[in-house]
C-alpha cells in the first residue's frame, strides 16, 4: 500500500485533510482556478475534459483473474507496469505540495470503506473533499491506514511506447493491493469514477451488496425510496432532485439487505445549459466550496456562461450533498419501492413510460440503452443506439450477470416494480419531432411513485415487450403510445423495428451466456415483420 508515501516524499508539502477555503485559497494561489460571482471555485482540466475509457486498466493477479469480466472495457496490465508508474508518479511529486484527503465510501457504517487520496492539485483534492463522505474530528483521528489509496498526479504524462499502454493517461487499479492511480488527466471525474470502480468490486464480492450507478430520493413523509438509473443526458440528476422529495444521492448507492444508502458525499452534476427555473436545487448549488470544471467564466463580472460549449459539452460542478436544500442527511433509505431506468430515445419510438415485469427489468438493465444526438460529437450526423450495460459498463469489473441476478432477486424478494421512462424524443426522431416536456415526465415518475399507475390499464407492445399506461395522472393521453404522436404511422413502425432490432443485435453479441429468459424478455422483432407480411 501507500502507507509509505509521506516517507517517499520527506522533501514535499503534504497538506493532510485541510480545510475547503484552505484549498481554495491554494488554488488561487497556484494559479489553477479562479472565483465566479458565485464563490464557486472555476478551473480548466487542459486537454481532457472527459473521462479517458481506453485509458482505464486492471492489474492482472491470480487473486482477480477469473472474477473480472474481462475485455474492451476491463482491459489487463501487469503488476510490473502498474508499480514502475507509480514509483515514478511518486518522484515526480518530489519538492512539489501535496494534498491528501481520508474520507469514507459508503454512507451505511457495515459497508463503507476508508480512502486515502493524494493528488497533485489543491483543486482536485478540494473536489474530492465534497464528493466523498467527510469524516469528522474524531473519524479523522481514528482513520488509521486506508482500505484504499488512489494517487492522481495529471502532470505525470506516461510514455506509452515504454510501458506498452495506449496513451500518457493511465487509470490503474490493482485490487488486491488496494491501490489504484491516476496519471497524465487533470479530470477531476476520474477520481469519483475510480473510487466508483473499486466499490463495485469489493461490495458484491465481500458483502453481498448490489452496487448501482443510479441516483436516489425519498418520500419526506413516508420514507419510501426509488431509484433512478441512466446514462449522461437521460435526466439522472435533475430528475432525482426533486423539490418535493428528498434527495439520498445523485450517482452512486449500493442495494443491502436494509435498504439502500449513498456511496458518495457529494454530487457532480452537469452544468451545460443549467437554468435556474429548470433545476433550481443544482443551480443554487454552485457556490463557495463548490468546484466547477471547464465552465467558461466572464472575466470582467465573474458571471458563469452555462451555456458555453467552447471548451467542451461536459461541463460539471462537484458539490457536498448538504449544498442541496432537500438532502437526506443520513444518505440511507430502506428498501426502494420503485426503479426507474432512464432512456434519451433518440429516434422517438419507445414510450415516455412503461412498466417491466422483473425479466424484461432484469434485460432493460443489462442493456443500459440511451441514444447519442447529432452535433453532440464529431461525425454523429443522426441519432446513434448506445448500449452500457448496467448503466455503467466502465464502472463495473465484474461480469453482468452476478448485478443482473444481485438485482432480480431483490425485485423478487421485495416486490418493487420498475418502470422504464423515455426522457427522449416524441412525435418523430431527433431533428423532426420535439423533446418530452419536463413537466410531463415528473409527473409520469411522481404517478409511478405514488402508487397512481398501480391500477390503471396497460396495453401490452408486443415489439418491445413492455406495458404502457392508458391514462396517467397530469399528462395527456395522446402521447403516451408513442405511435399515436407519429403523423406518419408507417414511418413510426419502421424506425421501431429498425432500433428493437439494435437491441437485438446488442444483445445477442455481448451476451451470448445469459439466461434464456431473460433474453426473451427484450423485443422480438421475427413475428412482427411476420405479422407485417
Same mark, same amino acid.
Given at each position: 500500500?501507500?502507507? /509509505?508515501?509521506?516517507?517517499?516524499?520527506?522533501?514535499?508539502?503534504?497538506?493532510?485533510?485541510?480545510?475547503?477555503?484552505?484549498?481554495?485559497?491554494?488554488?488561487? $494561489?497556484?494559479?489553477?482556478?479562479?472565483?465566479?460571482?458565485?464563490?464557486?471555485?472555476?478551473?480548466?482540466?487542459?486537454?481532457?475534459?472527459?473521462?479517458?475509457?481506453?485509458?482505464?486498466?486492471?492489474?492482472?493477479?491470480?487473486?482477480?483473474?477469473?472474477?473480472?469480466?474481462?475485455?474492451?472495457?476491463?482491459?489487463?496490465?501487469?503488476?510490473?507496469?502498474?508499480?514502475?508508474?507509480?514509483?515514478? $508518479?511518486?518522484?515526480?511529486?518530489?519538492?512539489?505540495?501535496?494534498?491528501?484527503?481520508?474520507?469514507? @465510501?459508503?454512507?451505511?457504517?457495515?459497508?463503507?470503506?476508508?480512502?486515502?487520496?493524494?493528488?497533485?492539485?489543491?483543486?482536485?483534492? +478540494?473536489?474530492?473533499?465534497?464528493?466523498?463522505?467527510?469524516?469528522?474530528?474524531?473519524?479523522?483521528?481514528?482513520?488509521?491506514?486506508?482500505?484504499?489509496?488512489?494517487?492522481?498526479?495529471?502532470?505525470?504524462? &506516461?510514455?506509452?511506447? *515504454?510501458?506498452?499502454?495506449?496513451?500518457?493517461? @493511465?487509470?490503474?487499479?490493482?485490487?488486491?493491493?488496494?491501490?489504484?492511480?491516476?496519471?497524465? /488527466?487533470?479530470?477531476?471525474?476520474?477520481?469519483?469514477?475510480?473510487?466508483?470502480?473499486? $466499490?463495485?468490486?469489493?461490495?458484491?464480492?465481500?458483502?453481498?451488496?448490489?452496487?448501482?450507478?443510479?441516483?436516489?430520493?425519498?418520500?419526506?413523509?413516508?420514507?419510501?425510496?426509488?431509484?433512478?438509473?441512466?446514462?449522461?443526458?437521460?435526466?439522472?440528476?435533475?430528475?432525482?432532485?426533486?423539490?418535493?422529495?428528498?434527495?439520498?444521492?445523485?450517482?452512486?448507492?449500493?442495494?443491502?439487505?436494509?435498504?439502500?444508502?449513498?456511496?458518495?458525499?457529494?454530487?457532480?452534476?452537469? &452544468?451545460?445549459?443549467?437554468?435556474?427555473? =429548470?433545476?433550481?436545487?443544482?443551480?443554487?448549488?454552485?457556490?463557495?466550496?463548490?468546484? #466547477?470544471?471547464?465552465?467558461?467564466?466572464?472575466?470582467?463580472?465573474?458571471?458563469?456562461?452555462?451555456?458555453?460549449?467552447?471548451?467542451?459539452?461536459? #461541463?460539471?460542478?462537484?458539490?457536498?450533498?448538504?449544498?442541496?436544500?432537500?438532502?437526506?442527511?443520513?444518505?440511507?433509505?430502506?428498501?426502494?419501492?420503485?426503479?426507474?431506468?432512464?432512456?434519451?430515445?433518440?429516434?422517438?419510438? +419507445?414510450?415516455?413510460?412503461?412498466?417491466?415485469?422483473?425479466?424484461?427489468?432484469?434485460?432493460?438493465?443489462?442493456?443500459?440503452?440511451?441514444?447519442?444526438?447529432?452535433?453532440? =460529437?464529431?461525425?454523429?450526423?443522426?441519432?446513434?443506439?448506445?448500449?452500457?450495460?448496467?448503466?455503467?459498463?466502465?464502472?463495473?469489473?465484474?461480469?453482468?450477470?452476478?448485478?443482473?441476478?444481485?438485482?432480480?432477486? *431483490?425485485?423478487?424478494?421485495?416486490? /418493487?416494480?420498475?418502470?422504464?421512462?423515455? #426522457?427522449?424524443?416524441?412525435?418523430?426522431?431527433?431533428?423532426?419531432?420535439?423533446?418530452?416536456?419536463?413537466?410531463?415526465?415528473?409527473?409520469?415518475? *411522481?404517478?409511478?411513485?405514488?402508487?397512481?399507475?398501480?391500477?390503471?390499464?396497460?396495453?401490452?407492445?408486443?415489439?418491445?415487450?413492455?406495458?404502457?399506461?392508458?391514462? &396517467?395522472?397530469?399528462?395527456?393521453?395522446?402521447?403516451?403510445?408513442?405511435?399515436?404522436?407519429?403523423?406518419?404511422?408507417?414511418?413510426?413502425?419502421?424506425?421501431?423495428?429498425?432500433?428493437?432490432?439494435?437491441?437485438?443485435?446488442?444483445?445477442?453479441?455481448?451476451?451470448?451466456?445469459?439466461?434464456?429468459?431473460?433474453?426473451?424478455?427484450?423485443?422480438?422483432?421475427?413475428?412482427?415483420?411476420? @405479422?407485417?407480411?
Amino acid at each position: 500500500m501507500f502507507s /509509505t508515501i509521506f516517507n517517499n516524499l520527506e522533501s514535499s508539502a503534504v497538506h493532510h485533510n485541510e480545510s475547503a477555503p484552505f484549498l481554495v485559497e491554494k488554488a488561487l $494561489m497556484r494559479k489553477e482556478g479562479d472565483l465566479t460571482d458565485t464563490g464557486a471555485l472555476a478551473v480548466r482540466t487542459g486537454k481532457y475534459t472527459g473521462r479517458s475509457p481506453e485509458d482505464k486498466y486492471i492489474v492482472d493477479t491470480k487473486g482477480v483473474h477469473n472474477k473480472i469480466h474481462w475485455g474492451s472495457v476491463n482491459r489487463p496490465v501487469s503488476r510490473k507496469v502498474f508499480r514502475e508508474i507509480r514509483d515514478e $508518479m511518486v518522484d515526480y511529486l518530489r519538492e512539489k505540495e501535496v494534498f491528501v484527503f481520508d474520507g469514507f @465510501a459508503g454512507a451505511d457504517p457495515r459497508y463503507r470503506r476508508k480512502f486515502r487520496i493524494i493528488n497533485e492539485k489543491a483543486w482536485q483534492n +478540494l473536489f474530492i473533499h465534497n464528493l466523498l463522505i467527510r469524516p469528522d474530528e474524531e473519524e479523522l483521528k481514528e482513520f488509521g491506514e486506508p482500505d484504499f489509496t488512489i494517487l492522481s498526479v495529471p502532470g505525470y504524462k &506516461c510514455d506509452p511506447e *515504454r510501458f506498452g499502454i495506449h496513451s500518457e493517461v @493511465a487509470v490503474i487499479i490493482d485490487y488486491e493491493a488496494h491501490e489504484a492511480i491516476i496519471a497524465g /488527466t487533470a479530470y477531476a471525474g476520474e477520481i469519483k469514477k475510480t473510487v466508483f470502480s473499486i $466499490m463495485n468490486y469489493v461490495l458484491p464480492v465481500e458483502d453481498g451488496v448490489l452496487p448501482m450507478h443510479c441516483s436516489s430520493n425519498m418520500d419526506p413523509v413516508t420514507g419510501e425510496t426509488a431509484v433512478f438509473f441512466g446514462l449522461s443526458g437521460t435526466g439522472k440528476t435533475t430528475l432525482s432532485a426533486d423539490p418535493s422529495r428528498k434527495l439520498i444521492g445523485d450517482d452512486e448507492h449500493g442495494w443491502s439487505r436494509e435498504g439502500i444508502f449513498n456511496i458518495e458525499g457529494g454530487c457532480y452534476a452537469k &452544468c451545460i445549459d443549467l437554468k435556474e427555473d =429548470e433545476q433550481p436545487e443544482i443551480f443554487h448549488a454552485v457556490k463557495f466550496g463548490a468546484v #466547477t470544471e471547464n465552465v467558461i467564466v466572464d472575466p470582467d463580472t465573474g458571471v458563469p456562461d452555462f451555456s458555453n460549449r467552447n471548451l467542451t459539452e461536459n #461541463t460539471r460542478v462537484g458539490y457536498p450533498l448538504d449544498f442541496i436544500r432537500n438532502s437526506e442527511k443520513k444518505e440511507r433509505g430502506g428498501i426502494p419501492k420503485a426503479v426507474i431506468f432512464l432512456t434519451a430515445d433518440a429516434f422517438g419510438v +419507445l414510450p415516455p413510460i412503461s412498466r417491466l415485469s422483473k425479466k424484461a427489468a432484469m434485460y432493460q438493465f443489462v442493456t443500459g440503452f440511451t441514444a447519442k444526438l447529432a452535433g453532440t =460529437e464529431r461525425g454523429v450526423k443522426e441519432p446513434q443506439p448506445t448500449f452500457s450495460t448496467l448503466f455503467g459498463e466502465p464502472f463495473m469489473p465484474l461480469k453482468a450477470e452476478v448485478y443482473a441476478e444481485m438485482l432480480g432477486e *431483490r425485485l423478487e424478494k421485495y416486490g /418493487t416494480k420498475v418502470y422504464l421512462v423515455n #426522457t427522449g424524443w416524441s412525435g418523430g426522431p431527433y431533428g423532426e419531432g420535439h423533446r418530452m416536456k419536463l413537466a410531463y415526465t415528473r409527473a409520469m415518475i *411522481r404517478a409511478a411513485l405514488s402508487g397512481k399507475l398501480d391500477n390503471v390499464e396497460y396495453i401490452h407492445d408486443d415489439l418491445f415487450n413492455l406495458f404502457i399506461p392508458k391514462t &396517467c395522472p397530469g399528462v395527456p393521453e395522446d402521447i403516451l403510445n408513442p405511435r399515436n404522436t407519429w403523423r406518419d404511422k408507417t414511418s413510426y413502425d419502421k424506425q421501431a423495428i429498425e432500433l428493437a432490432s439494435m437491441f437485438e443485435d446488442n444483445f445477442r453479441e455481448k451476451y451470448p451466456d445469459m439466461p434464456g429468459d431473460i433474453a426473451a424478455a427484450g423485443p422480438h422483432t421475427e413475428q412482427m415483420e411476420s @405479422a407485417a407480411v
